[in-house]
């Protein structure tokens, strides 16, 4: 029997009484790469960080399935769990500055993962991270190992944050929002070398990002969450072109693109009304206060997606299932 690389199935992470992610199911396999998307609060991050229980203590976590090829991931002070950070899950964390070690040279700081996960000498481990470094395309990187975090630009932080995440040539790497902070060539060069390394160790990628134009280069498939839920799902290049759900529409409406001059359109971008809190008590669909399309039943009924014609492209809305995005508004 063959296993997805990632399964999760009714995913629910709860904070007191708050839900941040509520019954996400998601799949990924090996070499491939899906981006979650979706505006900040809408619990992309909370499920990079519940696969590797790095949650706090306060947060409680539940699914029917959470499994990395076929075995179950072990809960939260189980030993085995860090056999599984790291050697098996790499991630990549949004800001490399407070990632990073500031007392620690940054080849220590890689060494150590290799000498936790692989039980390398003190010696070899140090031989390796330098290579890591060169494989993350850091010029002199006999150098740079002995070098601090506030030595090194922005983009060469998170190569070291990169390189640190695939030592051990792990199956799956979560990028959450890796570009951050970073200018526009560096994005497009920092998101190559992932790319790259995902081809060349067979890895699957996890991509966290509200970037559409990072979705339309990068990823195979996308999922957009919306208040914790998952309003629609699809291969990328058929969900930027023929979005199904509003809020998916108005992120693709909100997103400045080329014109067929290849400059900017000067025209008014569209704008999403209102924000993420509104969805707070709604009985029905989250996205109902701010939808321009809402009917009376989006209020009590809470839709759940499902497999359009294209069986691939599933749909949390059934106020759009039968239209598209050329009749929407």
Known sequence: MTHSLLDICDLRIRFGASE??????????R?????????????????????????????????????????????????????IRGRRIGIIFQEPMTSLNPVLTIGAQ???????????????????????????????????ATEYPHNLSGGMRQRVMIAIAVACQPLLLIADEPTTALDVT?????????????????????????????????????????????CEAAPAASLLRHPRHPYTIGLVGAAPRLDHGAHFSTGRLAEIPGSIASAAGVAGCAFAPRCPARQERCWQQR???????????????????????????
């Open 186 to 230: 560096i994005q497009a060069q920092i998101l190559e070398l992932l790319d790259s390394l995902r081809r060349e160790f067979a890895m699957g990628l996890l991509l966290i990002t509200h970037d559409l134009g990072v979705v339309a280069e990068w990823a195979d498939r996308v999922i957009v969450m919306y208040a914790g839920r998952a």
């Open 20 to 29: 941040a992610v509520r019954g996400l199911d998601l799949t990924l396999g």
């Open 110 to 144: 890689i060494a150590e993962t290799l000498r936790v996960h692989q039980n390398l000498t003190r010696r070899a481990a140090w031989r390796r991270a330098v290579e890591l470094l060169d494989l993350v395309r850091i010029p002199d990187p006999g150098r740079r």
């Open 31 to 83: 070499g491939e790469t899906l981006a979650l998307v979706g505006e900040s609060g809408c619990g992309k991050s909370s499920v990079a960080l519940a696969l590797l229980r790095l949650l706090p203590s306060t947060a409680t976590v539940t699914a029917e399935r959470l499994q990395v090829l076929g075995e179950a991931l072990p809960a939260a002070g189980d030993p085995a769990l860090r056999q």
């Open 303 to 329: 839709p759940e997606p499902v497999a359009l014609a294209d069986a691939a492209h599933l749909l949390a809305c059934p106020v759009m299932e039968g239209r598209n995005a050329a009749a929407f508004g």
